[in-house]
């Protein structure tokens, strides 16, 4: 149990669907992250979260659109996406975004692998 | 252009020799530095980290050097065990650089243990 859930955990999908990914964190924490792992790319930060107010766009598309309901739940909604979005889509929390991350550093869920087909 | 540089995809090492992970930085603001875990299907864990007034950490078996002057840090392993087998991600942030704080990764090296 990490603490932080994803769902789904496989999603395929055509260029003109919409769906949404969901992540909840049982952890208490105040920041939340999205994250995408594109092969032989490093972990790439798309969103930040903090007290539910987005503080981090990393240039994304606004094919991705975040939601932050409240502290604990974080969305990514997708629609009219490109083969090229197909990665592993990774939610984290930690307390804080900054100060407290070098004490408690970045809790990952355990992702959503995206097809675009 | 990346700030973060694993170099080596992947590395095998026999069963209870010393594994050595290697991270390249080019950012000199960075003053933070962590290693992540990750198994398949899991998300990254996190493992040890150095703040960069240290050179050395050490956590059990596992133990972080960190060069300043060469930009570069490594994950020791010893003794290395089957279960240390996944993707080892070296990361970094600049926590003095004020509002532009942000976690980079490397592209990670893939560890196999070998029984």
């Known amino acids: 149990e990490t603490g932080v859930t994803q769902t789904p955990r496989h999603l395929v999908m055509g260029m003109t669907n919409k769906k949404s990914l969901k992540c909840e964190q049982h952890?208490?924490?105040?920041?939340m992250y999205w994250y995408k792992q594109s092969a032989k790319k490093p972990l790439e930060l798309m969103f930040v979260?903090?007290?539910?107010?987005?503080?981090e766009n990393n240039s994304v598309p606004s094919r991705f659109s975040p939601e932050c309901p409240n502290s604990s739940h974080l969305f990514l909604h997708l629609h009219t996406l490109q083969p090229e979005d197909s990665a592993l889509y990774l939610c984290a929390s930690s307390p804080d975004p900054v100060t407290d991350r070098v004490n408690s550093p970045l809790h990952f869920g355990n992702g959503t692998r995206l097809t675009v087909t | 252009d990346q700030q973060v540089k694993q170099n080596s995809p992947s590395l095998s090492v026999q069963e209870g020799r010393i594994s050595i992970l290697n991270c390249d930085y080019t950012n000199s603001m960075f003053d933070y530095f962590l290693w992540y875990k990750k198994y398949p299907a899991e998300g990254p864990t996190f493992l040890i980290s150095?703040?960069?007034?240290?050179d050395k950490n050490e956590d059990g078996r596992f133990t972080v050097f960190l060069n300043k002057s060469a930009k570069h840090l490594s994950l020791h392993i010893v003794p290395s065990q089957p279960g240390d087998s996944a993707v080892y991600f070296c990361?970094?942030?600049?926590?003095?650089?004020?509002?532009?704080?942000?976690?980079?990764f490397g592209t990670g090296t893939r560890l196999t243990i070998i029984p």
């Open positions: 990361a970094a942030i600049a926590i003095s650089n004020f509002g532009n704080e942000k976690l980079t």
């Open positions: 979260y903090n007290f539910k107010e987005q503080t």
């Open positions: 150095i703040s960069s007034i240290k």
């Open positions: 952890l208490g924490h105040n920041a």
